[in-house]
Structure formats: C-alpha cells, structure tokens
C-alpha cells in the first residue's frame, strides 16, 4: 500500500532562516506531488505541484520554492523565512484523475 | 479560478445527531473530493465523488454536477466525528489540470 511521509513534524525557525522540509512517498510510481500550505484559520492553499522529476509549476509568488530531485521525493525550500510563512505544511500525492493523499504535515513557526 | 463554498461554517451537534453539509462551486468539475481534517490536522479521504452518490457507513455523498453542488450527509453522529470537513474540486478544463481548489470547511463539533 501507499504511504506518504513528512519531517520534520514541528519546526520553530527564526526570521530569515533557511528551511527545508521533506515529503516522501512509497507504494506508487512517477505520482504527481503537491505541497499545500494552510495558514491560521482554515483554509488549504496549493504552493507547487509536480508531474515529475525536475517539474515544478509554482502557483502563488512567494519566498518559498520546491524542487523534486527524485520520482517520490518533494522538497519545499527557502532561503530567508519570513514571519508569514509560519503555518502547517501538507504535502499530498496521487494518480492523475484519482484521490488526492495527504500526509501528516509539518506545522511551521517563524519568529 | 473556480470558487468553492462551504456551508455552514460552523457546526453543533448532540451525538446521535444528523447533518448534512454542503459544497457549491462555480464552474464544472473533473473531480470532487471530501476530507476530514482531525484535531492533530490530519486529512482524511471521505470521498472521491465528482457526480452520483456513494455511501460508506454513517455518511455518504451527493454531487449533482450538472447544478455545481455537493452534499455530505452525517448521520448518528459520533464525537469522533468532531473536527473541519473541507470539500475540494478540480476545474474541467479539457484535461486535468491537477489542482484542487479547497473551500473553506466546516467545523463540526460533536458533544457528548
């Protein structure tokens, strides 16, 4: 079966820090990767997504950039944290035209 | 981009209870999905249910496409069922376009 991972769990990162969370995924081949972010509140709001190895589609401009640097692995970056980039970061997979999955996410602090 | 409403925003309940939660979205669909996001912020797969109904136990699912909306159905609520259900939707645009746009959720909360 399918299984999808993040680390760290909690993060408390000072302002203009750099950041590197993981995503990685198991059980499925060449998936479509996607990290979400969802900020105080409630909503969920798509960051990248990714149909495979070295694609990246960015859809909100932002301090923040991901790369895949292999099939089932996502990795969400930034060079200098800001304040407004604290938040739960979720990283989901799935099959085209199927479910998506999420994993257990990483809740950020920048302070 | 498409807009998805999610009503009511807040929810109480007396266990035993039942409800039924609603999704309006603005422009046709490939795919609908309802999640269940759990105190710890897990989200859950409810339902994959771009049109027609599906059930599975307590709840079940309605979209009816063709008037761009959808209901999820509680019944005999349990405290377990507590928590934020979202229901997310991908726009038809000739293909998949591989992004799911997540209306805002509501929070059910369940009382013993």
């Known amino acids: 079966s399918q299984t999808i991972h993040q680390w760290p769990a909690t993060l408390v990162q000072p302002v203009g820090s750099p950041l590197s969370l993981e995503c990685t995924v198991e059980?499925?081949?060449?998936?479509?990767l996607y990290w979400y972010r969802q900020a105080a509140g409630r909503g969920l709001q798509l960051l990248f997504y990714?149909?495979?190895?070295?694609?990246i589609s960015s859809e909100v401009p932002q301090n923040l950039s991901a790369s895949r640097p292999q099939d089932r692995q996502f990795i969400l970056s930034s060079k200098k944290l800001l304040l407004s980039d604290s938040g739960f970061y979720l990283c989901?997979?799935?099959?085209?035209?199927?479910?998506?999955?999420f994993g257990p996410g990483t809740r950020l602090l920048v302070l | 981009g498409i807009q998805v409403e999610q009503s009511p925003p807040d929810l109480i309940l007396q266990e035993g209870a039942n409800s039924t939660l609603r999704c309006n979205f603005s422009?046709?669909?490939?795919?609908l999905q309802w999640f269940h996001q759990n105190p710890w912020g897990q989200l859950i797969n409810l339902f994959y249910?771009?049109?027609g109904t599906k059930q599975n136990g307590r709840l079940s699912a309605t979209t009816v496409a063709t008037e761009r909306y959808s209901l999820l159905y509680i019944s005999s609520s349990q405290t377990t069922d507590s928590g934020v259900y979202f229901c997310?939707?991908?726009?038809?645009?000739?293909?998949?376009?591989?992004?799911?746009?997540f209306g805002k959720g509501t929070l059910l909360t369940v009382n013993p």
């Open positions: 422009d046709s669909v490939n795919n």
């Open positions: 990714s149909v495979g190895i070295g694609q």
């Open positions: 997310a939707v991908e726009k038809n645009s000739g293909g998949s376009n591989y992004k799911l746009t």
């Open positions: 249910i771009p049109s």
């Open positions: 989901a997979w799935s099959v085209v035209g199927q479910t998506q999955y």
């Open positions: 059980g499925t081949s060449n998936p479509n």
